[in-house]
């Protein structure tokens, strides 16, 4: 639990473990400046990480997601979902608690069902592309794909909601709810996580849960393309 000028009221045994810092020093003088170095020590992205938690905790600049993936490379490599909850004593914010969520066990079954679609996604990527005749673009990060969706505006996007860069699919999605020029395409969801709610809240046509057939995710890409009147590109992530 952070002020609202970066020091430290609270913190967890459990948040110690899980980043290596001593708890008694962590409470004591544990400032935001001596957290951002540990941080820049133990996770593969700070540059990433640093600006999401200045944003929610601080203030400083915009977070552009509700939360954010990244991998923790010491004291053991682990994958953590982060976000925050702003605390309001008499309607006023007084601090910000940052929630730390270990997902290292979903995040590699996730990656285990994705090596597993993808070793057999030419049984759906041929029939789009040779017998429907679609157009199908893989793509990999987050950026990579909004880049792919604005340049060749698909008739549909299959998103899965952790990408190759770390970064959350509900980036995509959001971004082209912002849009009026990309709010119409249909966004397929293909996750291992169960969020469905959020997904269709989102404005998502289908929501797949991994592992499943091909001819699953083929039945919801021509429903979501059908049911928008188009056919012709379709954007899919290189492992799904």
Request: glycine letters at 4%; hydrophobic letters at 40%; charged letters at 25%.
């Amino acid at each position: 639990m952070l002020s609202l000028n970066g020091g430290t009221i609270q913190v967890s045994s459990t948040f110690c473990e899980l980043l290596g810092c001593n708890r008694e020093q962590a409470v004591s003088d544990f400032d935001i400046d001596a957290f951002f170095a540990h941080l820049q020590s133990c996770t593969a992205e700070p540059n990433r990480l640093i600006p999401y938690i200045k944003a929610v905790a601080l203030g400083e600049g915009d977070a552009q997601e509700d939360s954010i993936v990244f991998e923790l490379t010491s004291p053991v490599k682990r994958y953590i979902q982060l976000y925050a909850e702003p605390l309001y004593r008499n309607q006023r914010k007084w601090s910000t608690l940052l929630v730390y969520r270990d997902i290292t066990k979903e995040y590699e079954i996730d990656q285990m069902k994705s090596e597993f679609v993808s070793t057999v996604s030419h049984e759906l990527r041929t029939p789009l592309a040779s017998v429907l005749g679609f157009a199908v673009y893989p793509f990999s990060t987050a950026q990579e794909t909004l880049d792919a969706i604005y340049r060749l505006r698909p008739d549909a996007v299959v998103l899965d909601l952790i990408l190759q860069d770390g970064e959350s699919g509900w980036k995509v999605i959001e971004a082209m709810q912002e849009n009026p020029e990309l709010k119409t395409i249909p966004i397929v969801i293909s996750s291992a996580f169960e969020e469905k709610k959020k997904a269709f809240d989102l404005g998502a046509k289908g929501y797949l849960l991994k592992p499943y057939h091909p001819d699953t995710l083929l039945k919801a890409i021509l429903l979501a393309v059908t049911s928008h009147e188009s056919a012709g590109q379709i954007l899919i992530p290189d492992q799904l």
